[in-house]
């Protein structure tokens, strides 16, 4: 599986936990809480990385790094 | 509340960036408040900020999941902060400034207009070189008294009762998706008649995570017909992206704007109201 710039922040954090540390390095400090966990279903990837001024194609790599283990 | 920061209020709630927030940090009249978990606000947050949740600020009422806390419950809130009635209040979030936003819009509603937000999410004080503390300031009981605005606001009476007014305009923030009903949050898909699209996050410039300037936002809604003589509804699904908008269009000066609390998790779910796709 491969995640894309489309997901839904909450997907990605749902199906991959382990993505936390990335998101955390550009912003996101606690997407554990509920309120973060609603926040993120209203954002997708890109539009998450436009959130933080961060560059959608890097996180991608990053998110997916992680992911595939190869991190 | 100092005269800088009354003049700089003078047209509406202001936009403040890290440079301004580093030099008012001490400033006894001002209150920052960081609205993000307090599980974060915990691990580090800008020096003599508090914390305010959005658990705060709303609560389920009638069914709907989040409703503007009560009158009194804002009340002790805000006095528990050491905020009084001239305070000025600088919120921030982490999030491009929806949670800030939702304390700017709850303000305003319970009649306090003296209130700015951060220009963004606020890992941008961290980028530029600030940082973070975990010492919580002590601050002294104030007695906020709070009076509801309800020109800042609507309900689904009024909302009814102007559904087609030409000199109400209803701004729905949500995903082209979910305004074109292909994605729904609930019984229905679709949007308000006569409602317009334009995305909360369009307010962001995505290279920076700062907000547009005045200039650019202001074309983005004016293309839209969402100009200042107008009275603007905004809405979303649950009121959190509404305010966000709603705290746009009030640092552009436009002085006619509510927030529709309940949005689309109320006039979604009703079968008996017109929706358009």
Redesign the interface.
């Known amino acids: 599986m491969i995640i894309t710039e489309g997901w839904q922040l909450e997907k990605v954090v749902d199906l991959f936990p382990e993505t936390l540390g990335v998101l955390y390095a550009i912003g996101f400090t606690d997407l554990e809480t509920p309120v973060m966990r609603h926040a993120a279903k209203l954002v997708t990837v890109r539009e998450a990385a436009g959130l933080m001024g961060a560059d959608s194609s890097r996180l991608v790599e990053d998110l997916n790094r992680v992911i595939q283990g190869n991190d | 509340m100092s005269k800088e920061s009354e003049k700089m209020n003078a047209n509406g709630p202001v936009v403040v960036d890290a440079r301004w927030l580093k030099d008012h940090i001490e400033d006894p009249e001002i209150r920052i408040i960081d609205t993000?978990?307090s599980?974060?606000y915990r691990?580090g947050h800008v020096k003599n900020s508090l914390n305010i949740?959005?658990?705060d600020l709303v609560k389920a009422k009638r069914g709907l999941p989040a409703m503007c806390s009560s009158k009194e419950d804002i009340e002790s809130l805000l006095s528990s902060k050491g905020i009084g009635n001239q305070t000025f209040v600088i919120a921030y979030d982490?999030?491009?400034g929806?949670?800030a936003s939702r304390l700017l819009w709850t303000l305003e509603y319970y009649g306090h207009e003296r209130i700015g937000i951060f220009n963004?999410?606020i890992?941008?004080w961290l980028?530029a070189g600030e940082e973070f503390t975990r010492k919580i300031p002590k601050v002294q009981k104030t007695d906020f008294c709070a009076n509801p605005n309800e020109r800042r606001t609507a309900s689904i009476d009024w909302v009814l009762g102007h559904i087609d007014d030409p000199k109400v305009k209803f701004l729905d923030v949500r995903t082209k998706d979910e305004f074109a009903g292909k994605t729904a949050y609930g019984a229905r898909g679709g949007h308000i008649p006569r409602a317009v699209n334009v995305h909360w996050?369009e307010a962001?410039?995505?290279?920076?995570?700062?907000f547009k300037s005045n200039d650019e936002l202001k074309a983005i809604y004016e293309s839209k017909g969402i100009t200042r003589g107008k009275e603007i509804v905004t809405y979303c699904w649950m009121g959190?992206?509404a305010s966000h908008g709603y705290s746009m269009l009030r640092v552009l000066g436009y002085p006619f704007v509510r927030n529709y609390d309940a949005s689309w998790s109320e006039w979604g779910e009703i079968e008996s109201l017109a929706i358009e796709r």
């Not at chain 2, 962001?204 to 700062?210: C, E, K, Q, S």
């Open positions: 993000r978990s599980i974060d691990k949740q959005i658990s982490n999030f491009g929806i949670f963004g999410s890992k941008r980028d996050l962001i410039d995505t290279t920076t995570g700062a959190l992206r």
